[in-house]
């Protein structure tokens, strides 16, 4: 669709500016699903079931910044809870490199 083209190009202008500029920090791109009510989990939280918060065109581009990325950072709750793949399946492209936050 149209906005996700726009949202891809100016992803890909705010990378090209930043990288002119020659910052010595990473370009950082945060994305989340939440359900109409706020949340980012379902009810029960990380001991409930997994709740889909996404349709098919939003997985589509989940799927498309995740293949214009070097890296994917997921926290260990969400890997523990989910076990995501955090890989490029849904369009073509390489999959990021997957990294794990945990506070220990």
């Known amino acids: 669709s149209l906005s996700e083209v726009l949202l ?7 990378f090209a500016e930043h990288q002119r500029a020659s910052l010595d ?5 945060v994305t989340f699903a ?7 989990a379902g009810p029960l939280g990380a001991q409930g079931p997994r709740l889909m ?3 098919s065109r939003s997985m589509t581009l989940t799927h498309r910044l995740r293949a214009v990325h070097d890296a ?3 926290g260990s709750g969400t890997l523990f809870a989910d076990d995501p793949m955090l890989t490029v399946r849904l369009v073509p ?3 990021p ?3 794990v936050l945990d506070a220990q």
Request: proline share 3%; glycine share 12%; net charge positive.
């Open 8 to 14: 891809l190009q100016t992803l890909q202008q705010g």
């Open 25 to 29: 920090v990473p370009f950082v791109t």
């Open 34 to 40: 939440q359900s109409i009510d706020g949340s980012i």
């Open 53 to 55: 918060l996404s349709g």
């Open 72 to 74: 994917i950072l997921v």
């Open 93 to 95: 492209g390489r999959s």
């Open 97 to 99: 490199l997957r990294i």
